[in-house]
Nanobody, 122 residues
């Protein structure tokens, strides 16, 4: 059983930075892609950063150039560096994982953490 625990959220002013961490316990296959999602109350959870096992990353335009996802497989830890934060980045942030098949992320997000709140004020 894999457990994911997020940390690093908090309150920050617009323009500031935060670094989120997600530590996984339990065995994780090397062929695993990982991601950060966020959810605003009343809206569906949305992907904001994905990293494949080979280090390939993908971002939506809303965070591209401001957010950076990275992973340290030796520490079983996923990171999200968030810079130039905006009030619209306010959300609960979750990390998750999915298996890869034939070298591609299946996006079958199975394990989820409990989330960490990020609040950005004007």
């Amino acid at each position: 059983q894999v457990q994911l625990v997020e940390s690093g959220g908090g309150s920050v002013q617009a323009g500031g930075s935060l670094r989120l961490s997600c530590t996984a316990s339990g065995w994780i296959s090397p062929d695993t892609c990982m991601a950060w999602f966020r959810q605003i109350p009343g809206k569906t959870r949305a992907s904001i950063a994905v990293i494949d096992s080979d280090g390939t990353t993908r971002y939506p335009d809303s965070v591209k150039g401001r957010f950076t996802i990275s992973r340290d497989n030796a520490k079983n830890t996923l990171y999200l560096q968030m810079n130039e934060l905006k009030p619209e980045d306010t959300a609960m942030y979750y990390c998750t994982s999915a298996p890869e098949r034939s070298g591609r992320c299946t996006q079958e997000w199975g394990y989820w953490g409990q989330g960490t709140q990020v609040t950005v004020s004007d």
